[in-house]
């Protein structure tokens, strides 16, 4: 091998060695800031500030969403074994001795093609409210109960998804045996039991040839 040969390769190894070094470096960059990006506030609240044991108590839960990004509903369709589709978002109150069962109804989500996953999933922006009905035990202690809603979901934007996250709500209810029975919760129109609406097989919809995707995508969605 000639001198000259040898010189001429010395520069691409370098080359790709700067290349290597700048996308690590690109990756970890864009690991750290997704980390911190938080685009979801969750609030848990209620009419109902006082109730005797063995009633039932209607509580909102609500998702505040910055502008541009969205979550997905409990009941969104389901991938495929190639392609599992996004995290559906899981709700349900932590156990506590004073309470029951509980339900949790959902508002209609828009269902519509993503271009993150190349599916058709079901979304919600800006803001969402879920309804959480939970029955006091008939032994409730009087006293304070930390009512605490429990949450995990996947936000994303039109080209980025960020690792599921878990985040907790809490409000505070007065078990009172003196205190007035609520009245019966009614079912806002529009809104299913998510126990009920269970999730179904998603199908491809009208794709477009070439789904916008983010080159991070892939890194930010197997969790």
Known sequence: MSMEETSSRKPGRKNWRILFLLGTAFWLLSSLQAQRLDPVKWTLES??????????????LTAHLDEGWHLYSPTTPKGTADNPGPNPTTLGLADHPALNSNTIYQPKPERKFDPNFNLNTETFEKEVVFWVVTDLKKDAAP????VTAQVRYQTCNSTTCLPPKKKEAVYTLAVDPTATVAAVFVVPPGFTDVKLGSPVAASAGSAPTEPATNPLTFLLTAF
Request: no cysteine.
């Open 47 to 60: 009419d109902v500030s006082k109730a005797p044991p063995g009633s039932t108590v209607a509580l909102r």
């Open 143 to 146: 006293g304070a109960v930390d």
